[in-house]
Nanobody, 123 residues
Framework: QVQLVESGGGLVQAGGSLRLSCAAS????????MAWFREAPGKEREFVAA????????FYADFVKGRFTISRDNAKNTMYLQMNSLQPDDTAVYYC????????????????WGQGTQVTVSY
């Protein structure tokens, strides 16, 4: 079992940056593929980015390519999401997830979720 705790959210102006962290408990962190999702008010949870257990493979939603970077430090049991050039449309609760069955971009595939961290981007 792994427990995930997100942090790093907050209020930022359009064009600004934030770095989200996802700290994991348990010794199996380094064996899990992981991902970031987000959920805006009135919308379904959507895929943002994913990273393989080793960090060697990353995958992004089209709307974040070139702006967001996913990474992980297995020695620290932590995954990150560096978000640059933030826009008001990026406003959402951001969740980290671990251990997908098969498809990285499908929320229902993941066994473990954090509680989320709010990101708000103002005009």
């Amino acid at each position: 079992q792994v427990q995930l705790v997100e942090s790093g959210g907050g209020l930022v102006q359009a064009g600004g940056s934030l770095r989200l962290s996802c700290a994991a408990s348990g010794r199996t962190f380094s064996t899990y593929d992981m991902a970031w999702f987000r959920e805006a008010p009135g919308k379904e949870r959507e895929f943002v980015a994913a990273i393989s257990w080793s960090g060697g493979i990353t995958f992004y939603a089209d709307f974040v390519k070139g702006r967001f970077t996913i990474s992980r430090d297995n020695a620290k049991n932590t995954m990150y999401l560096q978000m640059n050039s933030l826009q008001p449309d990026d406003t959402a609760v951001y969740y980290c997830a671990a251990d997908p069955h098969r498809h990285w971009s499908t929320a229902g595939e993941y066994n473990h979720w954090g509680q989320g961290t709010q990101v708000t981007v103002s005009y």
